[in-house]
Every structure is written in structure tokens, then in C-alpha cells.
């Protein structure tokens, strides 16, 4: 690069400085980082600032005023080359006596009222010593989020230099288009921190490396990169600088934008009232005279990974609906397992068709015995979440006392749900049950059909609040006696009506209502009392003595049978008869002689 170097009066440049012969001015760099040579706006050129040393072999140069010369301009104007990155230089002007510069005239040296900065090409490779991990399987893994991993930036140096460089370089935001998720993965996480620790300058690059980065998704991600002779606008995924784009958007103020270039390597350039670069540009050859006041990652990155979810959240629903909060052993109940990273967000790239969701098996807290249906295939999540409805508990015995489980999810990565929500099952294990009924052919007869639960303090109990179990009859049958088929029928709304069997009449509401239920009843007085069906035979009438078998259709319903003879769990059946009398209660003991 070169400096333009004029004479100097009190009113202007001096034109006529080297009328008679020629003169030579030593030009030498230094540094004011320490601001010994103070800020541009009140410039200090005391002893301490020109006496520095040279921050480099190159940084001295001659500037020569040629003899006869009217412009008071050195011609030409003195190259500087510089090997090493430098954040805050000045130039310090001294009149030499001879063209050698050993030796210098009585005027007191000058410094140049415009500080510069000298910084890397570029950021020649970005890598981590940990997530190295590319694929959709397989080790190392990392918590979305939460676990923790390295990376590292080396600048562009030249061979045998010290770098210099010890700036803080930036993670652009996903929203630049410069972060990007590793394909298969379609959606980028953020990353956080979204700067490295300070540079360390060495020879013949500067490295800075971060230990405590974290990534928010699943799968994976890259850096974009660009050669700043192609490229020398679009964003970087690691850069020094600032994006205008995603940094200094409204609502951003200018002052608030130069505060962010104030804090980069080249911020004594880049502000608004200096402009000695070109902003948000990366070019290592000058435009309009200026180099760019960024550098960046030259090319595309590898890819980081493999991310995880960090937990599972699981939420369920009732196998039995409605208002009931219990699902019956052996009832399909509902399952949502929802992937999530530390923040709670959840992490869309855990999907099937990607390859990054894994099977997820649901268990009470860890113990997945006795479920069937609990495994969340991978395949089957989408965006980060499967709702599976046929998952099941199943007691070993029948009269086992309700449980509560605590679902949890658990992948083959071996993430899980604990300490998180995992939603509470309460199972009972439930049956329909149907009684013997007896009474006159010539009145309606109530057969009790009622749905129970089984309670450990009083073994199977009606179940006031199912709000799910709607049952149908089988079509009677085993005709015994004087009754035939036709000669009676299930007071309903109709035929078939709830029950499956209803008469062609729909059966009385009052005095008492004879109606089939289609749920159990769970509210309101007796009859018929809660937990029950409200089943009642219309009456066969004189002659019509007899029995005949009612079978509760548990066969969309298994859950509901039980072992009523011993022979496995089977509809439950009771027996209607028609023209026998239970008789007084008060008798101790009746005869009848004729």
C-alpha cells in the first residue's frame, strides 16, 4: 500500500518545499495501539510516540521531494509492505539531512493525523477437535443445546511472520444465509456463544478457539465461505468486521453500527466518519482506491456434528374419553413424544425422513414391561414429534389394583424424557358386567349391566367415571321354556337402536325411563344406579314363561371381557327369566300343602 506525504504550513501544503534541491522525509509505522500517539480527532506528537520502533523491517520508508517540485507532494509516494495484521497505526515523518535518512534536520517530527489498520486476507480453515461427527448415526453426539464443543479459526499468514492478529471473530446468524444445516438436515439451529475467545497470534497465523460452543437443532451444520477475488460481498459464516446486513438492520442507528465496527479489527477505518475501507466488503484488492474492512472463511467449512435432542417431553391422553382421566389395562391409550433442545424449542431436523429421529421406546419410568405398541418407530416422526394411539398397558392379572405410570421416552442415543415432563397414566383394570335377572312376564325386566373397575380395598366396583365404554348387546339367544324368539326385546330408542337389539317401538320414558344407555350412567340419582347401562326386556307376556341369554359385544372392546367361567376372558353373558318371583323377603320359611 502506499501514503501520500505532503509538506505542511500552517495554511496548507507547501508548494514550494524542495524549489531548491531535493529533500527526504523518513516515514516510519508504529504502533498506538496503547494510544501513546493519541486518538485522530486530538493527534499527540510527543517524544513517547516518535521515538517508538518501527513495527516492522518494511514499515520505514523513505519519501522523496524531488528537487524543482511545486506540488509539495513526495514523488512517488512511499510503499509500504506488511506481513503481519495491525490494528492501530501511525505514521511517524522525520526530514532527514541526506537521502541515506541516518541522520536528521532540527525540524520536529510529524505524525500523521489518520490512524490505519493492517489485517489479515482471510480465515484460511475453521475445524473442531470434538464434533466431528458428519453422519446421521454413530458417535461423538451432542445435546441440542446443551453439550458443549470446539472450534477453531486459523488466519491466512505469511511464512516466516508473526500474524498479529488477536482480534474476536464472529459466528454470523443463521438468518445470513452463512450458517447452514448439514444436509440431510434442513433446518440451521443457532449458535451460541456468537464470537471466539481472542486470537492468539503465531507464525505464521493466528488461531482462536472457542470450547464452549453449543448448537440448537439436530443434525448438523456448516460455514460458508467465498474467495474475496470472486466474492467480495456475500456473507461469511466467521468473519472479523461488520455484516451491515444482519447487524446494522433497522432499528439499528448509525451510532449504534459504528460502535459494532469501533470493536472490529479495522474499526479505526470502518467507522462512519472515517470510511477508509469499504464497508461490508471482503476484497483484498482495492476498490476505489480501498481495501474491504472484512475478511472471512475463503471457503465453505466441513460439517460439524452429530446434534441431538437434549430430552423428550411426553404428553398423554386418556384411552377413555371424554371427561374420565384413565385408560383401562389393556385399552390402546395415546402417546406424544415431542423432541426438544435445552430451551425447550422443538427440533424439527429429529425426523424420520431425514435420518436423524431414532427408534423411541415408551416405558413406565424405564420398565417397559407389560406395554405393547411402545415403540416409536424412527421413521415416523415428523418435525421433531410422533403421536402414537396404540400404545397399551396390560395388567398380568385381571384383579390387579389401578396404577399410575410415569411415561417416559427413551431413543437409542439413549435420549430421554427424564427430569422433564413426562405425563402420568392411570390404569384400571375394567369389565362389563351383566347379571342374572328374574320377574313376571308381565312387566317390563331390569337386567343389571354395568361397567367396574378393580379396587384394591373392595375388589371390583362399578366405575362411576367412565365416559368411554359405549356397549352393544348380541342378538338373544338360548331360548329356554314357554319364551320364544320375537316374544321379547331390549327397550331402546328403536330398532336396532344403541343397544344393537332395540324393539321396533322405542321403549317408555316415564314413569321410568326404560331406554338403553349408550354410556354408562355417571351423574344424576338412581335409577339406574351409576356405572350402569339401564337395561330392561320388554315383557313377554301371559303364557310367555322362559329364560333367554343377553351377551354384552365386547368384540371392539376386549379390555372390557373377562374369565366369568374359567376359560379365558370371553363377553359377558346373563340369564333373563321370565314367570319366577323372588318372593317376600320377610318369610323365614313357607309351605304350601294342597
Known amino acids: 500500500f502506499n501514503l501520500w506525504v505532503a509538506a505542511l504550513t500552517s495554511t496548507g501544503i507547501s508548494t514550494g518545499y524542495s524549489s531548491v534541491s531535493n529533500k527526504y522525509v523518513s516515514v516510519k509505522l508504529v504502533d498506538n495501539s496503547d494510544n501513546a500517539c493519541g486518538p485522530d480527532s486530538a493527534r499527540t506528537c510527543n517524544s513517547t510516540c516518535t521515538n517508538k520502533t518501527a513495527v516492522e523491517a518494511g514499515a520505514t520508508q523513505i519519501a522523496t521531494f524531488p528537487s524543482g517540485g511545486t506540488t509539495g507532494v513526495a514523488t512517488p509516494s512511499p510503499t509500504f509492505t506488511l506481513n503481519s495484521a495491525w490494528k492501530n497505526l501511525i505514521a511517524v515523518m522525520k526530514e532527514c539531512t541526506t537521502s541515506a535518512c541516518t541522520a536528521f534536520t532540527a525540524t520536529a517530527p510529524a505524525c500523521a493525523a489518520d490512524s490505519f489498520s493492517v489485517r489479515p486476507a482471510s480465515i484460511a480453515s475453521v475445524t473442531s477437535s470434538n464434533a466431528t461427527n458428519t453422519g446421521a448415526t454413530g458417535t461423538p453426539i451432542f445435546k441440542a443445546g446443551a453439550d458443549t464443543f470446539a472450534l477453531t479459526a486459523t488466519t491466512t499468514g505469511i511464512v516466516g511472520s508473526p500474524s498479529g492478529y488477536t482480534g474476536i471473530l464472529k459466528i454470523n446468524s443463521n438468518t445470513s444465509g452463512a450458517v447452514l444445516a448439514l444436509s440431510p438436515a434442513t433446518n440451521i439451529g443457532t449458535i451460541a456463544p456468537t464470537t471466539f475467545p481472542a486470537a492468539t497470534s503465531g507464525t505464521p497465523s493466528s488461531t482462536a478457539t472457542g470450547n464452549n460452543f453449543t448448537y440448537s437443532e439436530v443434525g448438523g451444520f456448516y460455514f460458508r465461505g467465498y474467495n474475496p477475488a470472486t466474492n467480495a460481498t456475500a456473507s461469511r459464516g466467521i468473519y472479523d468486521g461488520v455484516d451491515t446486513v444482519t447487524e446494522c438492520a433497522a432499528p439499528v442507528t448509525l451510532a449504534q453500527c459504528d460502535t459494532l465496527r469501533a470493536a472490529t479489527w479495522t474499526g479505526i477505518d470502518s467507522i462512519s466518519t472515517e470510511v477508509d475501507c469499504v464497508s461490508n466488503n471482503y476484497s483484498n484488492t482495492k476498490v476505489g482506491g480501498k481495501y474491504g474492512c472484512n475478511f472471512g472463511v475463503v471457503a465453505d467449512t466441513g460439517g460439524f456434528g452429530r446434534f441431538t435432542p437434549a430430552y423428550f417431553d411426553v404428553a398423554y391422553i386418556d384411552g377413555c374419553s371424554g371427561s374420565a382421566t384413565f385408560t383401562y389395562s389393556g385399552q390402546p391409550f395415546t402417546v406424544i413424544a415431542t423432541a426438544k433442545n435445552t430451551s425447550g424449542v422443538k427440533t424439527d431436523n429429529y425426523d424420520g425422513t431425514l435420518g436423524f429421529a431414532k427408534d423411541a421406546t415408551i416405558s413406565n419410568?424405564?420398565?417397559?414391561?407389560?406395554?405393547?405398541?411402545?415403540?416409536?418407530?424412527?421413521?415416523?416422526?415428523?418435525?421433531?414429534?410422533?403421536?402414537?394411539?396404540?400404545?397399551?398397558?396390560?395388567?398380568?392379572?385381571?384383579?390387579?389394583?389401578?396404577?399410575?405410570?410415569?411415561?417416559?421416552?427413551?431413543?437409542?442415543?439413549?435420549?430421554?424424557?427424564?427430569?422433564?415432563?413426562?405425563?402420568?397414566?392411570?390404569?384400571?383394570?375394567?369389565?362389563?358386567?351383566?347379571?342374572?335377572?328374574?320377574?313376571?312376564?308381565?312387566?317390563?325386566?331390569?337386567?343389571?349391566?354395568?361397567?367396574?373397575?378393580?379396587?384394591?380395598?373392595?375388589?371390583?366396583?362399578?366405575n362411576t367415571t367412565d365416559t368411554c365404554s359405549s356397549v352393544t348387546l348380541l342378538p338373544l339367544s338360548n331360548f329356554q321354556g314357554n319364551l320364544a324368539l320375537g316374544e321379547t326385546c331390549v327397550q331402546d330408542t328403536g330398532s336396532p337402536g344403541v343397544s344393537g337389539q332395540g324393539c321396533t317401538v322405542a321403549g317408555p320414558l316415564a314413569p321410568v325411563n326404560e331406554q338403553y344407555l349408550a354410556l354408562p350412567k355417571i351423574t344424576g340419582s338412581p335409577p339406574p344406579p351409576l356405572g350402569s347401562y339401564n337395561l330392561y326386556l320388554k315383557a313377554?307376556?301371559?303364557?310367555?314363561?322362559?329364560?333367554?341369554?343377553?351377551?354384552?359385544?365386547?368384540?371392539?372392546?376386549?379390555?372390557?371381557?373377562?374369565?366369568?367361567?374359567?376359560?379365558?376372558?370371553?363377553?359377558?353373558?346373563?340369564?333373563?327369566?321370565?314367570?319366577?318371583?323372588?318372593?317376600?323377603?320377610?318369610?323365614?320359611?313357607?309351605?304350601?300343602?294342597?
Request: charged residues 20%; hydrophobic residues 35%; proline residues 3%.
Open 365 to 462: 419410568a424405564g420398565i417397559a414391561t407389560n406395554f405393547t405398541n411402545n415403540v416409536m418407530v424412527a421413521g415416523n416422526f415428523v418435525n421433531g414429534a410422533r403421536t402414537q394411539s396404540t400404545v397399551t398397558y396390560t395388567f398380568p392379572a385381571k384383579e390387579t389394583a389401578l396404577a399410575t405410570l410415569t411415561l417416559r421416552a427413551t431413543d437409542t442415543d439413549g435420549i430421554n424424557s427424564v427430569g422433564h415432563n413426562e405425563d402420568p397414566a392411570e390404569i384400571r383394570s375394567g369389565r362389563i358386567h351383566l347379571f342374572n335377572a328374574y320377574g313376571s312376564e308381565l312387566v317390563d325386566l331390569l337386567i343389571p349391566l354395568r361397567v367396574e373397575y378393580y379396587s384394591a380395598t373392595d375388589g371390583w366396583i362399578a
Open 540 to 594: 313377554s307376556g301371559s303364557g310367555n314363561e322362559g329364560s333367554v341369554d343377553v351377551t354384552a359385544n365386547l368384540a371392539s372392546k376386549t379390555w372390557l371381557r373377562f374369565d366369568w367361567n374359567g376359560a379365558g376372558d370371553v363377553d359377558p353373558t346373563g340369564k333373563a327369566t321370565f314367570g319366577l318371583y323372588r318372593g317376600s323377603p320377610k318369610h323365614i320359611y313357607m309351605r304350601e300343602r294342597y
